[in-house]
T-cell receptor, first 111, second 115 residues
Framework: AQSVTQPDIHITVSEGASLELRCNYS??????LFWYVQSPGQGLQLLLK??????LVQGIKGFEAEFKRSQSSFNLRKPSVHWSDAAEYFC?????????FGAGTRLFVKA | DGGITQSPKYLFRKEGQNVTLSCEQN?????MYWYRQDPGQGLRLIYY???????QKGDIAEGYSVSREKKESFPLTVTSAQKNPTAFYLC??????????????FGEGSRLTVL
């Protein structure tokens, strides 16, 4: 069955520290991959997406993600976290008209 | 500005009542989606529509109904048959023709609470 797994329910990092959020997918073929961010009580906003080509993709707000086919992973990274990055992050995959979401990782940022 | 508008933002319902959540988009997108969000479970697909007058069940369609009479509108009705309707509901849209390559655009959500 197709699935997206985010192993970390929540992560706490200090402001200014680096961040990596993990995402693994299970699909018959390489799907199109996305990272979205959600602030409390709001909708989701696209951070970045991967379709093909360069496996390191850049997104908004200083985020980047690396696609690794051998590990079926699409991890999100940021070199230096800001307090405003505290939110919930969702990894998603689609191979057609339906998009599958991971359960999300909530990021806490401490001063 | 183009976008997706969901209303109401907050809704309270007594058990046994049907409620309808509105979703309107002015992005000229053909495909529209309804997701349900519960803590720790991510987003689960309720219904989706790729074109006017056509829609398909998602993974958790039981107790819900939709219509797609206009391209811009995709209302969701939560019926009394839905056993646990308290949740955050998100509407989204996407350009058709991009298949799975286009990202989803989301509204700001509607929080339904059953009293």
């Amino acid at each position: 069955a197709q699935s997206v797994t985010q192993p970390d329910i929540h992560i706490t990092v200090s402001e200014g520290a680096s961040l990596e959020l993990r995402c693994n997918y299970s699909y018959g073929a390489t799907p199109y991959l996305f990272w979205y961010v959600q602030s409390p009580g709001q909708g989701l906003q696209l951070l970045l997406k991967y379709f093909s080509g360069d496996t390191l993709v850049q997104g908004i707000k200083g985020f980047e993600a690396e696609f690794k086919r051998s590990q079926s992973s699409f991890n999100l990274r940021k070199p230096s976290v800001h307090w405003s990055d505290a939110a919930e992050y969702f990894c998603a995959a689609t191979g057609g008209f339906k998009t599958i979401f991971g359960a999300g990782t909530r990021l806490f940022v401490k001063a | 500005d183009g976008g997706i508008t969901q209303s109401p933002k907050y809704l309270f319902r007594k058990e046994g009542q049907n409620v309808t959540l509105s979703c309107e988009q002015n992005l000229n997108h053909d495909a529209m989606y309804w997701y349900r969000q519960d803590p720790g479970q991510g987003l689960r697909l309720i219904y989706y529509s790729q074109i006017v007058n056509d829609f398909q069940k998602g993974d958790i369609a039981e107790g819900y109904s939709v219509s797609r009479e206009k391209k811009e509108s995709f209302p969701l009705t939560v019926t009394s048959a839905q056993k646990n309707p308290t949740a955050f509901y998100l509407c989204a849209s996407r350009l058709a023709g991009t298949g799975g390559t286009g990202e989803l655009f989301f509204g700001e959500g509607s929080r339904l609470t059953v009293l």
